[in-house]
């Protein structure tokens, strides 16, 4: 497996790229803000072939550049139905004051128009994703946005680990996803943690949306969250 990742925008959103190696097809999981000349990079460094973008959320971070990925190299985008919505008009996601204070930050004084891409597909719970040889089994998982789901594959190399979880902003190592924002809901967040990610092995790799990797056996041993869910 070829699995490549960086820092993106602003936020440092984690861009991930995922194949079965050198030359083949892959998965580009959420191409957030200026990502798209390190989506170009990786894709001629190892001679990819995107043929699928994957967002865990609407939040524009993580699918700001999902449409100009999608329309370069002509693959669909998969996004909960729940979030879609988000695709065409990222600043619902987020109060009048709060997207205010972030158009300063960003030093924009207005947000650039957005629209679906040509080819959207449902991130459904249970759904499974081919590309190129792997499988993406979705996982709705509700809390930080409604729509919020995180992709789990199957992984073949030397270490030991059973698979890979891209998580974006639902699981970090030693917290979780704010549930502040509009669509968020802390028991939704607790239930989805509860059901979804206690079940898993611990020698699951969480990759998130933002910061370093983690396991599932890492957070059960030391989330606070996970911890108390537990107690």
């Not at 924009?108 to 089994?137: Q, Y």
């Not at 943690?193 to 030391?222: N, Y």
């Amino acid at each position: 497996m070829l699995l490549t990742s960086f820092p993106a925008g602003p936020l440092q959103a984690n861009c991930y790229l995922v194949s079965r190696g050198p030359g083949t097809g892959c998965a580009i999981v959420d191409p957030g803000m200026d990502a798209m000349d390190g989506v170009r990079q990786v894709v001629a460094e190892h001679d990819l072939r995107p043929q699928a973008v994957l967002i865990t959320h609407g939040h524009f971070d993580h699918m700001w550049n999902a449409q100009d990925v999608a329309a370069t190299y002509d693959c669909p985008v998969w996004i909960h139905p729940d979030d879609r919505h988000l695709l065409s008009d990222p600043m619902a996601a987020i109060s009048g004051q709060s997207a205010a204070m972030l158009r300063s930050q960003l030093g924009m004084t207005e947000m650039p128009e957005f629209a679906e891409p040509a080819d959207v597909r449902d991130a459904v719970d249970g759904a499974e994703i081919e590309v190129d040889g792997l499988t993406f089994t979705v996982d709705h998982v509700p809390g930080h946005t409604p729509g919020t789901v995180f992709y789990r594959v199957d992984y073949d190399g030397p270490e030991d680990v059973s698979q890979i979880m891209f998580s974006g902003d639902f699981l970090f190592a030693g917290s979780i996803g704010r549930t502040d924002l509009t669509g968020g809901s802390h028991p939704q967040m607790l239930d989805s943690l509860r059901d979804r990610v206690l079940p898993l092995a611990d020698d699951v790799v969480v990759l998130p949306g933002h910061g370093g990797q983690t396991s599932i056996g890492r957070e059960r041993a030391t989330n606070p969250f996970l911890e108390e869910l537990m107690s």
